[in-house]
């Protein structure tokens, strides 16, 4: 069974930082794409960001490029997303996602539980 | 890309169908997926590429349409059903419709 647990969700001052964690299970981890997509609560999913599964290539959303940083570890099968100069509006559900068709298919077949992101003073 | 859904809301009578629409504002030709999200739950993928069900998605999900216009349609309503629905297209980015919250009458 696939799962993807997230961890790290939590409460940040704007300008400040956060690392999310997503731990895969269930299937070969460094066979596939991943993506972190965020969602406020209502509202459509946006997607964050993507990463190959070497790591050698990495994308971003308009709204999170030059702030947030995806990387991966293949021989622990973890995702991470490090959050930094957090903004009011970054608050949101964050989902690990597996993409579907291998590489870059954009795709989304396995979501995780998400973590919830709160950016206040 | 922009993805307009519509109706905003459904209510329909268990074993009805259902059709949701998803318009496009210019061409994603067949890169277009459906997912399902239940209260509290993260978004489940039923559909991609327009006709293709995920796996363990039941027949009674089907997609269709090409270009601009695509529908969603759920043949037989059933009250495990009652979710917000959204589209998704990957021909230009990736971005997501509004979504369609079918809820039983």
């Known amino acids: 069974e696939v799962r993807l647990v997230e961890s790290g969700g939590g409460v940040a001052q704007p300008g400040g930082s956060l690392r999310l964690s997503c731990v895969a299970s269930?299937?070969?981890?460094?066979?596939?794409?991943m993506h972190w997509i965020r969602q406020v609560p209502g509202k459509a999913p946006e997607w964050v960001s993507v990463i190959s599964w070497d790591s050698n290539s990495r994308f971003y959303g308009d709204s999170v490029r030059g702030r947030f940083t995806i990387s991966r570890d293949n021989r622990k099968n973890v995702l991470y997303l490090q959050m930094d100069s957090l903004r009011t509006d970054d608050t949101a559900f964050y989902y690990c996602?597996?993409?579907?068709?291998?590489?870059?298919?954009?795709?989304?077949?396995?979501w995780g539980q998400g973590a919830l992101v709160t950016v206040s003073s | 890309v922009v993805l307009t859904q519509s109706p905003a809301t459904l209510s329909v009578s268990p074993g009805e169908g259902v059709s949701l629409s998803c318009r496009a504002s210019?061409?994603?030709?067949?890169?277009l997926a459906w997912y399902q999200q239940k209260p509290g739950q993260a978004p489940r993928l039923l559909i991609y590429?327009?006709?293709n069900r995920a796996t363990g998605i039941p027949a009674r999900f089907s997609g269709s349409g090409f270009g601009t216009a695509f529908t969603l349609t759920i043949s037989s309503l059933e009250p495990g059903d009652v979710a917000v629905y959204f589209c998704q297209q990957r021909s230009k980015g990736v971005s997501f419709g509004g979504g369609t919250k079918v809820e039983i009458k």
């Open positions: 590429d327009v006709s």
């Open positions: 210019q061409s994603v030709s067949r890169h």
């Open positions: 269930g299937f070969t981890f460094d066979d596939y794409t």
């Open positions: 996602v597996r993409d579907k068709l291998g590489q870059y298919s954009y795709v989304f077949d396995y």
